[in-house]
């Protein structure tokens, strides 16, 4: 029987009709008796149950599946002419009232179950399926089916136990804990319940959900895996070590001396096309991602383009998978005096979206390997880039659920993430020595200075006819005519290799590497991937390290502290055998000798002050961590800083705190310092900031040639100079650094329960992340956070649960009568309070409603809230911004500005930012047919005042809310009035009860009152409004203008109006007046916190303002500098497309930091005033 009407899109057809006639008669026949059947809708996917007349119901509604041309889930007989010894998936019994979100888990991971798979362009072949899937998927829907105990609705065993191992990873419960739990819940049920009775039972039943892992046996020496053809051996054919320990005779069972273990590739990235919740977001990059000037993801860089050039049948398909490697090792014990340490490879899609991208429940651990390889990393990736070139060559079968049709997914390496150390390792290029520079490699320019080689000739990178080419004494005592280092391709490098011989992999085999193969220690084992020579970026500088190294550089040295400075007496004495800079010789007296304080370096005193600056700051709360803790003023040091604090650090707080303490020639350069990093982090790039910051860094670099000694110069110094290069090519820095790899191996490390076997430990509690993770994302609602890897210790919550939950308060039932008698007019008894004829000549409203997300609440208090009663003005300028925010006036509303207009000397009534939801026909009705905007209509009401803008403004704000209150009243008492229902509850107003929060969390940033912060350590008070307002230079200026101008305000008050159905969220702020903001000559914005202007509109929405955080200004006292932060993501709304187009979007209004122009005067030789003076110096003897 021809079943071509499931593809008819016209579902009122008569053809379509008597289909589902049909089918329904077929299905009651193959189910005699049964009175619900899974329904075949597209929406239900044959993973839910519905009665029979529903089903006909939602396949007129929503259309049958297109590709369920065979109804082997109804009782339809299936041939597996290609299978004949495969089971059948039609022989299993119909589910009786399964739970509809454990059902889509199981139907997501055997998608087999769900649907009848057709391969692509081959219709009604049917798919052979693997016995041992079957198995487990007969065990799961045998679980799915069982009741807990006889009678019980609410669960299955099945449900059951995903619930309580979702609860024990996620709270970190330990396995005994568990076992009693589950021996209690099962003594408090009926006594014939199947609930398991311990953990490892409950384990079994998951074992369906998870992916499971292969033991491979490596040599004692990293010779070699005992794998494939020598997967049979005893004994290492290279250094003839025993497979085995040497164990008792009469012992069975052989012990291993090491094991790796794999974790198979195919199978997870399969995964992510299996769940509904990932197949679509994996073809993000391809069909939703903006190409233009700027760089929001991997995809957008020239990497990836150029990529997609050479391979475009690659590139034809979005599906396939472009993954990114990383690894780092770590100390599993978290004890320093031990040495073991463990070393996982990770991999990780760039197919997803930036709020996907890079998060831990994507991150697929590949290879566990015990104990540092060294170079013999290429023995363990062995099984992974096997598998990696047969994803390449012939890929691997796999459904995807967004369109339910096979596909071949195929896969490629893009590139790895590495730390300086594994970069070596990885990369087969050692980076150390006199060519440690992994990019330009043996043309890098380098010496031996103080005792250790440096890396120095940045003017290379100059244009040829730059005149610091030309100095000889303000460096390093020569003139530069090189060229910058050239780039060398993937084949080059590759015909290299293959001219050079190394010595096999192990630790027994030393051997001394000859001249020529310079750096080279190995071929690594990548260039067998077809493409791998082929790309234009194959490993990433990680600039996280190279940040925190750089910080610890230059801090150490320009606060001369013992141990972290590069101004030693070493490098003292290298400038007096290279002749320069006479001034910072060491001074010699018979016997001894004096180091001078160099002029770059601060003074004891100064060290203090800037370190009491430094812990004098507030940071906004869980943007930083109490950098207090590890400074030491007295001692004029700080030690302990993690690679975030050195972050902040460098970006935030030393340009503020060194600009009056340096010589102006050492400060710019560091400002200019600061600068790139804080622009090459950013979470958007533009391709014109990436060529300006490739321009700056070699100024930088240069110029601090010309202050600090070569010693100065490390290779974390040297290789900042390539950091834009690889930005331009593979777009932001935060898909490229380790920063998630680090937290997530601060994950695993707590995962070590048996210290005897670590990695076991390790790769269970992976595994079992794994499947409880695939699990986690299907439960909902609220879908909850992923689970920590961590089961036996107690939880750490996610310090602000629920970032995101939208708070909205519903009205109770119909006729429920407000609390107050004002809102009588919406239960149609209205009463005329307004004058008719002064609010008459705004027009009628007009019928235009859309939502409120971004005006209601979004977010949850954190404080208890007293209630107050505010004075009527206080309460009515409050509702304000609310309704400003809301409501367009003007005939021309749909043309109106994104903000409405005001005096300069009202910030909190100019700062409407989002699409208008309501319309106000606000044409004259005087007869005079003029109209334009709200201050232009109060001309015709008041011609002598029309030439007075701060007057007709003020006039238009004070008679506002009136108006529009009468307005609705009136139209109220039509019919088909067409009045929203928000705008009904708006214009009654908010309950006066109002409750007064001390903190408040609205977008996944948590806001302080200034009373609250006074007590705190943290400071979350800051905000900052951006306005598009009118600007007038007095109250009669003729010439008024407007454009964007932002404020900057503390928050005294939050309140939260009450308008019944939903809440509205406002502060009450002090704004700070125009006379207290000042820019200094260096870009900073200086504010005085104490001089308050504009308090007659003090009011602003909460979800138009930025959070930013303002510090002691050591330069001014009196003033502060105002410093801003990142945007937050907002992990708990994952998969939320246009809340992640924001994220991406929206950046910091400013990013903290100076314009520092180029240097224009050079440091020369300074002779005395290299030195600094009145200070102790230091002698030797």
């Keep these: 029987m021809s079943r071509r009407w499931i593809q008819n899109p016209n579902r009122c057809a008569d053809e379509y009709l008597d289909g589902i006639e049909d089918f329904i008669e077929f299905a009651r026949r193959q189910n005699p008796g049964a009175t619900r059947i899974r329904c075949p809708c597209r929406r239900c996917n044959n993973t839910l149950q519905e009665t029979i007349e529903n089903v006909g119901f939602h396949l007129v509604r929503n259309g049958m599946i297109e590709t369920y041309s065979i109804w082997n889930l109804h009782g339809e007989q299936v041939d597996h002419a290609s299978s004949s010894n495969a089971p059948r998936v039609d022989n299993v019994e119909p589910i009786v009232d399964p739970n509809d979100q454990v059902m889509g888990i199981i139907q997501d991971a055997f998608p087999f179950a769900s649907t009848n798979i057709n391969q692509e362009g081959e219709d009604d072949v049917p798919t052979p399926i693997d016995s041992v899937e079957f198995e487990q998927y007969e065990k799961l829907l045998k679980n799915a089916n069982q009741e807990l105990y006889p009678g019980c609705e609410s669960f299955s065993v099945l449900t059951a136990i995903v619930e309580l191992m979702h609860g024990k990873i996620k709270y970190r419960m330990s396995n005994l804990c568990f076992d009693y739990f589950l021996g209690v819940f099962k003594r408090m049920l009926p006594t014939d319940n199947c609930l398991p009775k311990d953990h490892k039972h409950a384990q079994k039943v998951l074992h369906g959900l998870g992916l499971g892992y292969e033991k491979i046996h490596a040599c004692k020496n990293n010779c070699m895996l005992f794998y494939k053809e020598h997967e049979t051996l005893d004994t290492c054919p290279i250094c003839n070590e025993s497979r085995f320990k040497m164990t008792s005779q009469n012992r069975t069972t052989k012990i291993p001396q090491k094991v790796m273990r794999y974790l198979p590739l195919k199978p997870r990235l399969q995964r992510l096309y299996m769940s509904t919740h990932t197949a679509t977001d994996m073809r993000w990059h391809k069909e939703k991602r903006v190409d233009d000037d700027v760089m929001r993801h991997p995809a957008d860089g020239e990497a990836w383009k150029e990529f997609d050039r050479t391979f475009p049948e690659f590139a034809a398909d979005p599906r396939n998978v472009r993954l990114g490697l990383a690894t780092d090792g770590f100390n599993p014990y978290g004890v320093l005096n031990q040495h073991h340490s463990t070393w996982p490879i990770f991999a990780f899609p760039y197919n997803l979206p930036p709020w996907k991208c890079m998060k831990k429940e994507y991150m697929m651990m590949t290879v566990l390997i015990t104990k540092d390889p060294g170079r013999s990393i290429d023995v363990y990736l062995r099984p992974l880039v096997d598998e990696l070139k047969d994803l390449w060559i012939n890929g691997v079968r796999t459904y995807d659920k967004s369109t339910g049709r096979m596909f071949t997914l195929r896969a490629a390496v893009m590139w790895t993430v590495n730390d300086f150390p594994a970069y070596a390792m990885v990369s087969g290029w050692s980076t150390k020595g006199y060519m440690a520079c992994p990019v330009c490699k043996e043309d890098v320019t380098s010496g031996w200075h103080a005792g250790k080689v440096c890396y120095l000739g940045h003017r290379r990178w100059l244009p040829w006819d730059h005149e610091w080419r030309e100095k000889d004494k303000e460096f390093d005592?020569?003139?530069?005519?090189?060229?910058?280092?050239?780039?060398?391709?993937?084949?080059?490098?590759?015909?290299?290799?293959?001219?050079?011989?190394f010595a096999p992999f192990g630790k027994t085999v030393s051997r001394t590497r000859p001249s020529t193969h310079l750096n080279w220690t190995h071929k690594p084992m990548f260039f067998e991937l077809p493409y791998w020579s082929k790309l234009k970026l194959r490993h990433n500088l990680d600039v996280m390290h190279v940040e925190k190294n750089v910080f610890d550089t230059l801090v150490g040295t320009i606060l001369d502290i013992e141990g972290k400075t590069k101004d030693t007496i070493k490098a003292r004495l290298d400038l007096e055998r290279m002749g320069i800079r006479r001034g910072l010789w060491m001074n010699r007296d018979s016997d001894k000798a004096r180091r001078d304080l160099a002029f770059f370096s601060m003074k004891p005193n100064d060290k203090k002050e800037f370190l009491k600056f430094v812990s004098s700051v507030k940071f906004p709360d869980g943007y930083a961590s109490n950098i207090t803790r590890c400074l030491n003023v007295d001692g004029g040091k700080f030690t302990g800083l993690k690679s975030h604090d050195c972050h902040v650090f460098m970006q935030r707080l030393l340009p503020v705190g060194i600009r009056?303490?340096?010589?102006?020639?050492?400060?710019?350069?560091?400002?200019?310092l600061s600068r790139f990093f804080s622009q090459l982090?950013?979470?958007?790039?533009?391709?014109?900031?990436?060529?300006?910051?490739?321009?700056?860094?070699?100024?930088?670099?240069?110029?601090?040639?010309?202050?600090?000694?070569?010693?100065?110069?490390?290779?974390?110094?040297?290789?900042?100079?390539?950091?834009?290069?690889?930005?331009l090519l593979a777009g932001p820095v935060n898909y490229r650094w380790m920063y998630p790899i680090e937290r997530l191996l601060r994950e695993l490390k707590k995962s070590v329960r048996n210290r005897?076997?670590?990695?076991?430990?390790?790769?269970?509690?992976?595994?079992?992340?794994?499947?409880?993770?695939?699990?986690?994302?299907?439960?909902s609602p609220p879908p909850p956070q992923p689970p920590p890897l961590v089961p036996w210790r107690p939880c750490r919550r996610r310090r602000h649960r629920s970032l995101l939950a939208v708070a909205v308060a519903t009205v109770a039932s119909t006729g429920t009568q407000p609390r107050r008698c004002r809102f009588s007019f919406l239960c149609a008894t209205p009463a005329c309070l307004f004058s008719a004829p002064l609010f008459d000549m705004f027009g009628p409203l007009d019928r235009t409603e859309t939502h409120m997300s971004d005006l209601i609440r979004r977010g949850r208090s954190m404080t208890t809230a007293p209630s107050s009663d505010p004075p009527a003005q206080s309460a009515s300028a409050a509702t304000a911004p609310a309704l400003m925010d809301y409501v367009v006036v003007g005939p021309g509303a749909s043309r109106a500005p994104a903000s409405s207009a005001s005096s300069v000397e009202q910030p909190?009534?100019?700062?409407?930012?989002?699409?208008?939801?309501?319309?106000?026909?606000?044409?004259?009705?005087?007869?005079?047919?003029?109209?334009?905007?709200q201050p232009d209509l109060h001309m015709h009401c008041y011609p002598k005042f029309r030439k007075r803008t701060k007057w007709l403004q003020d006039k238009h704000n004070s008679t506002f809310i009136q108006w529009l209150r009468f307005k609705v009243q009136s139209e109220l008492e039509e019919d088909n009035h067409g009045i929203s229902e928000n705008l009904r509850w708006l214009a009654a107003g908010p309950n006066m009860a109002v409750p007064l929060y001390r903190s408040y969390l609205i977008k996944g940033i948590k806001f302080n009152i200034k009373a609250q912060d006074d007590v705190r350590t943290t400071q979350n008070s800051g905000v900052y409004l951006l306005a598009h307002t009118m600007q007038v230079a007095s109250a009669k200026d003729k010439n008024r203008i407007l454009s964007n101008m932002g404020f900057y305000g503390v928050i005294q008050e939050i309140w939260d109006l009450d308008y019944q159905k939903f809440t509205i969220p406002v502060f009450r702020c002090d704004w700070i007046d125009s006379s207290g903001l000042v820019v200094d000559e260096l870009g900073f914005t200086l504010v005085d916190l104490s001089k308050i202007g504009h308090r007659n509109d003090q009011f602003v929405l909460a979800s138009q303002v930025k959070q930013i955080f303002f510090v002691d200004d050591p330069m001014h006292r009196g003033w502060s500098v105002v410093l801003s932060m990142p945007n937050r993501e907002y992990n708990d709304v994952i998969g939320d497309e246009v809340l992640g187009d924001v994220i991406i979007e929206c950046e910091p209004f400013t990013r903290g930091m100076p314009n520092v122009d180029t240097f224009d005067e050079l440091v020369g030789d300074l002779g005395g005033q290299n030195i600094r003076g009145g200070c102790e110096d230091i002698w030797i003897e």
Excluded at 661 to 670: A, F, M, Q, S, Y
Excluded at 681 to 689: G, I, P, Q, V
Excluded at 925 to 930: I, V, Y
């Design 477 to 501: 005592g020569n003139t530069e005519r090189r060229l910058r280092p050239r780039e060398w391709s993937g084949d080059e490098i590759l015909e290299q290799l293959n001219r050079l011989d």
């Design 660 to 672: 009056h303490l340096l010589p102006e020639d050492v400060v710019k350069p560091i400002m200019l």
């Design 681 to 727: 982090t950013a979470k958007t790039l533009r391709r014109t900031d990436m060529f300006q910051l490739r321009h700056d860094i070699v100024q930088v670099l240069c110029k601090f040639e010309m202050i600090f000694p070569p010693a100065f110069f490390t290779s974390m110094m040297h290789v900042m100079v390539h950091l834009p290069e690889e930005a």
């Design 756 to 779: 005897a076997k670590p990695e076991g430990s390790i790769i269970e509690a992976w595994v079992q992340y794994e499947s409880l993770t695939f699990c986690g994302i299907r439960l």
């Design 908 to 933: 909190a009534s100019a700062r409407r930012r989002h699409r208008p939801t309501d319309t106000i026909d606000a044409t004259s009705t005087d007869g005079t047919g003029a109209s334009g905007s």
